[in-house]
């Protein structure tokens, strides 16, 4: 994942569903919710119209958040930049917005003769 952005939603705007709470950050209920879009590496696999769902696994486990939206059409024909919804906690969700700007790539690591892959954000 590179070139992370912040992605502010049409379902957002004049929405009395959403209501701003930080920026872009948004209340549903008792959630908070905030997009992004990245471009894909070359290699990184699609499935189900969605790029790089383990790297997309490992960055929710890191903040304790779930995808509430995938923007399916966004998503569907486009090879060229992936869209997606995350939801949680108010403090998990801003922290999660550290990766914009960012690259988020799997590491291979090698300790005590084990190979690990790990999350890598910078």
């Given at each position: 994942m590179k070139?992370?952005?912040?992605?502010?939603?049409?379902k957002y705007k004049n929405n009395p569903e959403?209501?701003?709470?930080?920026?872009?950050i948004y209340q549903?209920?008792?959630?908070?919710?905030?997009?992004?879009?990245?471009e894909p590496e070359?290699?990184?696999?699609?499935?189900?119209?969605l790029f790089a769902p383990y790297l997309?696994?490992?960055?929710?486990?890191?903040?304790?958040?779930?995808?509430?939206?995938?923007?399916?059409?966004l998503n569907k024909n486009n090879e060229q930049e992936c869209f997606f919804?995350?939801?949680?906690?108010l403090e998990e969700v801003?922290?999660?917005r550290e990766i914009i700007g960012k690259h988020v790539y799997h590491q291979t690591i090698e300790e005590d003769g084990e190979e690990y892959i790990t999350?890598?954000?910078?």
């Open positions: 070139n992370i952005k912040n992605f502010v939603a049409e959403y209501t701003a709470v930080a920026e872009d549903m209920g008792n959630e908070y919710v905030t997009s992004f879009s990245f070359i290699g990184e696999e699609k499935i189900g119209g997309l696994e490992d960055l929710l486990d890191t903040y304790s958040l779930y995808i509430s939206d995938f923007y399916g059409a919804e995350v939801a949680g906690d801003k922290q999660c999350l890598t954000i910078e």
